[in-house]
C-alpha cells in the first residue's frame, strides 16, 4: 500500500507541542488520568498535531493507541477503539502486549446482551486496557470526535473520571464547526472540564508570521510580498488551505478562483486517470477506506491502483495508513460530491455496498445501511439497517438503536416493497420502544400513535398500556391513569394484559403519593399474575408498589422486606426496566418516608451504577441520582449532592425524569440563594407538570414559596402555599406538613417585615390544615411520624413569632431536627430560638451560642441567604460570630468520651482513618467524593484538637468502646 510522507513542517506549534506533552504524560502522576482536546475548523492541522504528539508520547515510552471515528453519525458502538485495537494487534506479535491485545478484541466479538449491561462491558474494556498497557503509561489518540458514538462518548467518561483504574491519558481532535446546538460531545467536554486534568484547548489558525514561514518553507523561498498577502487573505490562516496555495504558487499553477472549491477541483483535473476514480470512491466512502474495499469498487489490477493511489498522495488529495485511505480533508467529499451526477454517485455507493456484502469479514452492518441507502437500494438498506440496530440493543446502545430503526422506517416507507419481517407496524414497535428507553419520550409518543393509525399494530388493550408507559415517563401522569384505566376494561384485554395494566398503575399511583390507592391496586396485579405464567415483571411491579405502601401506612420492617424481596426477584429475572424500579422504590422509601437517609443514598447510588449497566442512564439513573441528591441535601452534604446533580444532567433527561432532577437541583438552588436558577428550573419544571400529581405539584409549590421568601416577596410565597393547599390527592403527609410551615413562615415572614398584612384567614386554614396532618400522620408508621412531628414542631414556632416568638417551641424544633440529622432545618430552627431569646433580652449568651452553631452549620453548607439572615441578627445583638472558647484538648462528653462532639458520619470517617485507609478509600465505602472526605477530616482535626491522623487515630482507638 502506498505511503504518505508528509513534507510540509509543524509551524507555530512547537509551545503547543511540548504543553500537551507534558499534561499527558509528564504531569500525571501514577495512577491517574489526564485527557487534550484539541479544538479547532476544518483544515486547521489537528491531526497533524495528533501524529506529532502520538509519535514523541511513544518515543517517551508510552503505549500509544490510535483510532478514528466514523462520520456516519452514532453507527458502530466503541468504533474507533477496535480500530485502535486492530492496529495494534496487526503491529505486535508473540508479545505478551499482543495476547492482551486479542483477548480484549475476542471478548468484543463474544459480547451478548445480558443483565450485566454496558456498564460491565466498560469495566471489562478497562481491565483488558489495563492487561494491554503492561504497566506502560497508555495514551488513546481519537480523530474526528465529533462524530464518536455514544459508547465511545460514555467510555471516555467512565475512564477519564478515574472509575477504571487505569493510568490513561487522552488526545483527541474535535471540529469545531460541528459543536454546535445540541451536539451530546458538548455536554460531555462540559462535564469533562471540571476534572483538574482535563483541557480543552482551541486550536487557532495561524498567524501572519505563521502563514508566511509554512508558505515560505513549502514553496522553497520566501514569498514576494504581494503572493504572501494573497496567501494570507485568501487561506486565513488556515495550514491546509495555505500549503494548498503555496504548492500552486511552487508549481507554477495560476488562474484558480479564490474559492477552496476551485482549489479542490483543479487538483483533482490534474491527477492522472485512474486516480480520479481513487478519490472519488475514498470520498464517497466511511473513512478509512481499506485497501482491499477501495480495490473492489475502483475495479482496477493491483498495479494500476497502487500508481493511482501514489498519484493522489503525491498530490495531496489522500492520506494513506495502515487501516486504510483517507481524504486528506473531508472538504474534498463536499467539493466533490457536487461534481457527479445523482447516478454516479448512486452507483458509488452501489459498488461500496456490493463488496462490503461480499467480504469474508464480518460486516459492519450500519455501514452496509448507509451505502444502500445512497445507492438508492432501500430493500437491501432495510435489512442491514435493523440488524445495526439489533446489534446496537445487544450492546445496550438504545440511543443508537432509535437512530437505526428511525432509518429502517424512513426506508421501509419507498415505493420498493419491503421484506416480510420488515412490516411497517413491527419497525414502528421497536422504533418506539427504542425511543422510550432512551428518554425521547415525544418521540415515543408520536411513534405511537402512528402505530395506532396503522391499524395491523397491536390490540386496543396492549396500546393503551403502551401509551400509558411513555406518558408517564413523559411526567404526564392523569393521562397515564386514564390510559391504564382504558386497558382495564378493554374487551379485548388479556388475563397478562390486565396484570401488566394493574401493576404499572400501582407505580404510577406511588409516584403520584397515593399509597392507599397503590397498595389495592397492588394487590389486585398479584391476584391476576397468580393465573398468569410467565408473570416475574408483573409481580415485581406489584411487590415494589405494595412494600412501598405498607412500609408508609402500615409496617416499615414489613413493606421493607416485600421490597427486598421484589429487588432480588428483579435482579433473577434480569429484566432492566424491573430491576430499575425496584431500585427506585427502595431508594425512595428510604430516603424519603422512613428517614434512612444514608442507607437510602448508597442504595440510590448503587441502583443507578446497576441500571447504567442495563442502559437505561438517561431515564432511572437519573431519576436515582435526583433521589440520591435528595438524601444528600437532607443529610448537609450539599457539595456533594452538587457533584451527583452534574453527573446526571449528562444525560439531558426529559419528561418525568427531568422533573425529578430539577426539582431536586433547584433545592440545592434554594438553599444557596440562587435566584436565577432556581427561578429556571421551577419554570422547567411547571411546564412538564400540566396534568401532573401532587407528589410532584406541592414540592414545586413549596419550593416556589421558600424562594420567594428569601427575595422577601412573602405575597408570592402565600400565593403558592394556598395553590398547594388544592393538591388534595396525596396520602404523602410528609411533603403538605413541609408545604403548612412554608405557609405559616411566610405569613411571620410578612408579620417581622410589616410589608405586607398578615393573612388570618390563611393562618386558621393553615393551622387547621396543620391538625388534619397530625391526625393522618397518627395512622401512618413510626417513621413517617417522625418526620412529619418535625415539621409540626416548626409549623407551631412559627405561628408564635405571631404574637412574640416562643424560644421553648424553637428549641423543640431544634430537637426534632438534630435527631432526624437534618442540619439545615435545625440551623434555622437555632436561629429564630436565638431571635426569641434576643427579644425577651433574656439569655444572651445561650442566644450567642446558637447563633455560632447556626452560623457553622450555614457557613459549612453554603447556605447564603441563611447566612446573611444569621448576620444580621449578630449584627444588631453584638454577637461575634467567630468567637470560640480557648480549648486545650477534645472537650470531654458526660461519660468522659473524647469523641462527644463528633458527627455519626465523622465518628465512620474516623474509624476509617484509624484503619489506615485513604481519603479516597474512604469515600469509596462510604459513596461519598475524596473531597467531601477531606472536609469531614479537617472537622475531626478541629474538633479533636489534633494535627495528623496518627494522633486522630489514638484518640479514636483510646476511647473506642470494649
Avoid at 377 to 403: C, D, N
Avoid at 563 to 573: K, V
Wanted: proline share 4%; glycine share 8%; hydrophobic share 45%.
Amino acid at each position: 500500500m502506498a505511503s504518505d510522507v508528509d513534507t510540509a513542517p509543524l509551524v507555530g506549534r512547537a509551545d503547543l507541542v511540548a504543553t500537551v506533552r507534558s499534561a499527558l504524560l509528564d504531569d500525571v502522576a501514577q495512577g491517574q488520568t489526564a485527557a487534550v482536546f484539541l479544538i479547532g475548523e476544518s483544515g486547521v492541522g489537528k491531526t497533524r498535531l495528533l501524529h506529532e504528539v502520538g509519535a514523541r508520547l511513544g518515543d517517551a515510552g508510552a503505549l500509544v493507541l490510535t483510532g478514528s471515528c466514523l462520520d456516519i453519525g452514532d453507527a458502530s458502538p466503541l468504533h474507533p477503539l477496535l480500530q485502535a485495537l486492530r492496529r495494534l494487534d496487526a503491529g505486535l506479535t508473540g508479545s505478551r502486549a499482543s495476547s492482551a491485545v486479542r483477548d480484549l478484541l475476542r471478548m468484543f466479538a463474544e459480547e451478548t446482551a445480558g443483565p450485566d449491561g454496558a456498564g460491565a462491558l466498560l469495566e471489562r474494556v478497562s481491565r483488558g486496557l489495563h492487561l494491554v498497557a503492561g504497566g506502560r503509561p497508555l495514551v488513546l489518540v481519537l480523530d474526528d470526535l465529533q462524530w464518536g458514538d455514544r459508547s465511545t462518548r460514555q467510555l471516555l467518561l467512565y475512564l477519564l473520571a478515574g472509575l477504571g483504574d487505569l493510568q490513561l491519558s487522552v488526545l483527541a481532535a474535535v471540529r469545531a464547526e460541528s459543536l454546535q446546538g445540541a451536539h451530546p460531545l458538548r455536554r460531555v467536554l462540559t462535564e469533562l472540564r471540571r476534572l483538574r486534568t482535563v483541557r480543552v484547548l482551541d486550536l487557532a489558525p495561524l498567524d501572519r508570521a505563521g502563514t508566511d514561514r509554512l508558505a515560505a518553507a513549502v514553496v522553497g523561498q520566501p514569498l514576494a510580498p504581494e503572493a504572501a498577502e494573497l496567501v494570507w487573505q485568501r487561506s486565513g490562516g488556515n495550514p491546509f488551505v495555505v500549503e494548498e496555495l503555496a504548492r500552486d504558487l511552487r508549481e507554477g499553477r495560476d488562474g484558480l478562483s479564490d474559492t477552496l472549491r476551485e482549489i479542490f477541483l483543479a487538483r483533482v483535473d490534474a491527477l492522472p486517470g485512474h486516480a480520479h476514480a481513487v478519490v472519488h470512491a475514498v470520498a464517497a466512502g466511511v473513512e478509512p477506506v481499506a485497501h482491499w474495499l477501495l480495490a473492489r469498487v475502483v475495479r482496477l489490477p493491483e498495479d494500476e491502483l497502487i500508481e493511482a493511489v501514489r498519484a493522489t498522495v503525491a498530490h495531496r488529495l489522500l492520506v494513506s495508513a495502515d487501516d486504510g485511505y483517507r481524504l486528506r480533508h473531508r472538504l474534498v467529499a463536499e467539493v466533490l460530491a457536487h461534481e457527479l451526477l445523482p447516478a454516479e454517485r448512486a452507483a458509488l455507493h452501489r459498488r461500496h455496498a456490493e463488496a462490503l456484502t461480499a467480504a469474508p469479514a464480518e460486516l459492519h452492518q450500519a455501514r452496509l445501511a448507509h451505502h444502500w441507502r445512497l445507492a438508492g437500494e432501500p430493500t437491501r438498506a432495510l435489512p442491514a439497517a435493523m440488524a445495526a440496530a439489533r446489534e446496537a440493543e445487544r450492546l445496550h446502545g438504545y440511543a443508537e438503536a432509535h437512530r437505526h430503526w428511525s432509518v429502517a422506517l424512513q426506508l421501509a416507507g419507498a415505493p420498493t416493497a419491503a421484506p416480510p419481517e420488515a412490516d411497517r407496524a413491527t419497525l414502528l414497535e421497536h422504533a418506539a420502544e427504542a425511543a422510550h428507553h432512551c428518554g425521547e419520550h415525544a418521540r415515543a409518543l408520536a411513534l405511537l400513535e402512528e402505530l395506532a393509525a396503522d391499524g395491523a399494530g397491536p390490540s386496543a388493550c396492549a396500546l393503551h398500556i403502551r401509551r400509558a408507559r411513555y406518558l408517564a415517563a413523559a411526567g404526564r401522569s392523569a393521562p397515564a391513569e386514564a390510559e391504564y384505566q382504558r386497558a382495564l376494561e378493554a374487551a379485548d384485554c388479556t388475563p397478562r394484559e390486565r396484570a401488566t395494566a394493574a401493576a404499572h398503575l400501582a407505580e404510577l399511583l406511588l409516584h403520584l403519593g397515593r399509597y392507599a390507592d397503590a397498595g389495592r391496586r397492588a394487590r389486585e396485579a398479584l391476584e391476576l399474575s397468580a393465573d398468569v405464567a410467565g408473570s416475574t415483571s408483573e409481580v415485581v411491579l406489584a411487590s415494589a408498589a405494595l412494600g412501598f405502601s405498607e412500609a408508609y401506612l402500615e409496617d416499615p420492617d414489613a413493606g421493607l422486606a416485600v421490597m427486598r424481596r421484589a429487588l432480588e426477584t428483579a435482579e433473577r429475572s434480569g429484566r432492566p426496566e424491573d430491576v430499575a424500579c425496584a431500585y427506585l422504590h427502595l431508594a425512595e422509601l428510604l430516603t424519603g418516608p422512613l428517614n434512612v437517609l444514608e442507607e437510602g443514598v448508597v442504595v440510590a447510588r448503587r441502583g443507578a451504577e446497576r441500571v447504567a449497566e442495563l442502559g437505561l442512564g438517561r431515564t432511572y439513573e437519573t431519576r436515582l441520582l435526583a433521589i440520591a441528591t435528595n438524601g444528600l441535601f437532607r443529610v448537609g452534604q450539599w457539595a456533594e449532592a452538587e457533584k451527583v446533580v452534574a453527573a446526571a444532567l449528562r444525560h439531558r433527561p426529559s419528561g418525568a425524569d427531568a422533573v425529578e432532577l430539577l426539582l431536586a437541583r433547584c433545592r440545592l438552588s434554594v438553599g444557596y440563594g440562587d435566584v436565577e436558577a432556581a427561578d429556571r428550573d421551577l419554570d422547567a419544571v411547571a411546564t412538564v407538570l400540566a396534568g401532573g400529581g401532587a407528589r410532584h405539584v406541592i414540592p414545586l409549590l413549596t419550593l416556589r414559596a421558600g424562594l420567594a421568601m428569601w427575595q422577601g416577596r412573602h405575597d408570592l410565597a402565600r400565593q403558592a402555599v394556598q395553590r398547594g393547599l388544592t393538591e388534595s390527592r396525596s396520602d404523602d403527609v410528609g411533603i403538605l406538613a413541609a408545604l403548612v410551615w412554608h405557609g405559616l413562615r411566610a405569613e411571620a415572614e410578612a408579620h417581622a417585615s410589616r410589608t405586607v398584612a398578615v393573612d388570618r384567614t390563611a393562618v386558621r386554614r393553615l393551622r387547621e390544615v396543620a391538625d388534619r396532618v397530625a391526625r393522618k400522620s397518627a395512622h401512618a408508621a413510626r417513621p413517617v411520624r417522625d418526620v412529619v412531628d418535625g415539621f409540626l414542631a416548626l409549623c407551631a414556632a412559627e405561628v408564635s413569632r405571631l404574637d412574640g416568638s416562643d424560644p421553648e417551641l424553637w428549641a423543640r424544633s431544634v430537637a426534632q431536627w438534630d435527631r432526624r440529622n437534618h442540619p439545615y432545618p435545625a440551623a434555622y430552627s437555632r436561629l429564630r430560638q436565638a431571635e426569641a431569646l434576643l427579644a425577651r433580652r433574656s439569655r444572651s449568651a445561650t442566644a450567642a451560642t446558637l447563633l455560632r452553631q447556626a452560623y457553622e452549620v450555614a457557613q459549612g453548607l453554603g447556605a447564603v441567604p441563611l447566612t446573611s439572615e444569621i448576620r444580621t441578627l449578630a449584627g444588631r445583638a453584638r454577637v461575634s460570630l467567630e468567637d470560640r472558647p480557648a480549648a486545650t484538648g477534645p472537650a470531654a462528653g458526660p461519660d468522659g468520651d473524647e469523641l462527644a462532639a463528633l458527627t455519626a458520619r465523622e465518628r465512620e470517617v474516623l474509624a476509617a482513618v484509624a484503619e489506615g485507609l485513604t481519603n479516597r478509600e474512604i469515600g469509596q465505602r462510604l459513596f461519598i467524593s475524596e473531597r467531601t472526605i477531606g472536609v469531614h477530616v479537617s472537622h475531626i482535626f478541629d474538633k479533636l484538637q489534633v494535627r495528623t491522623r496518627v494522633q486522630a487515630s489514638a484518640i479514636f482507638l483510646r476511647n473506642r468502646p470494649g
